[in-house]
């Protein structure tokens, strides 16, 4: 499978084609960067840390794109959502790792996952997919238990929460057949009021090189239980990212989750 990868000079970006340099089931198609970024003309692989590969980082997403099957955008939100409409254009498989976006945002991927396939999640690794399925179940079955989520990030960190802790509040407000907005409680301070029934209760901390730590509290009277995953490598969200291309070539156009992509739709039995 023919891939291409947009913000390739991000973190993400350089894991993302190692991922797809070092996978026998697919080949970098293109590198993309920002219009005068010093890494333009730069080779891919040697950017990515590996052998020179051939491919060097452009900032013309069109040509890369008539020719490749499938989009591999861990960027921002501005540059997914003109990257989406572009990969819908195409009829090419987009992924999307990014997080932060704003509900207008995600009505243009909506928008072009009628045209072409999308697969978008706040994050793409298999273990933090099955957490969220456990997440899931345990909110239903536990409907009276208080249920915290807990996440810390590395300094550079510019959105929160982050996406991976709204992927588990959405698990846990599905599990318990609400909206996430109507009783999402993302701050505290000050004389707050004893705690909503029901809510849930969203903390972020920051600081370091912290990859990514997740855990979801649910506290009932004289018992805690904690689900939690620790990321130590970037690398498992580019593998994920790699692995739903391959998994969505060929599907029919629509938005997918990695939940679809791992058969982890339903909670787990």
Not at 76 to 104: C, K, M, N, W, Y
Not at 168 to 193: F, K
Not at 206 to 219: K, N
Request: aromatic fraction near 4%; proline fraction near 4%.
């Amino acid at each position: 499978m023919r891939l291409v990868v947009v913000g390739a000079g991000g973190r993400m970006g350089r894991e993302l084609m190692r991922a797809v340099l070092d996978n026998a089931d697919c080949t970098l198609a293109g590198a993309i960067e920002r219009e005068g970024s010093p890494l333009l003309g730069q080779d891919a692989g040697t950017l990515s840390g590996l052998a020179p590969c051939g491919v060097n980082v452009t900032d013309d997403p069109l040509p890369l794109f008539a020719s490749a099957q499938g989009v591999l955008d861990f960027t921002s939100p501005a540059a997914s959502v003109e990257f989406v409409a572009l990969a819908a254009q195409a009829r090419l498989v987009h992924v999307i790792g990014t997080t932060g976006f704003a509900d207008a945002d995600l009505a243009r991927i909506q928008a072009a996952a009628r045209h072409a396939v999308v697969v978008r999640s706040g994050n793409m690794s298999l273990g933090v997919n099955l957490l969220a399925a456990l997440v899931r179940q345990a909110a239903t079955a536990l409907p009276g238990f208080d249920l915290e989520i807990l996440e810390m990030h590395h300094r550079h960190k510019v959105d929160a929460p982050s996406g991976t802790a709204l992927l588990l509040g959405e698990a846990a407000a599905e599990g318990r057949e609400v909206a996430l907005g109507d009783v999402s409680v993302r701050s505290r301070d000050g004389h707050t009021g004893a705690r909503v029934p029901g809510s849930i209760g969203f903390a972020t901390l920051r600081g370091g090189s912290v990859i990514g730590e997740h855990s979801v509290i649910l506290a009932g009277e004289g018992e805690r239980i904690v689900l939690s995953h620790a990321a130590g490598d970037r690398a498992i969200f580019a593998r994920g990212a790699v692995h739903a291309a391959l998994w969505a070539r060929g599907r029919n156009p629509g938005q997918y989750s990695m939940t679809d992509v791992l058969g982890l739709a339903d909670p787990v039995r």
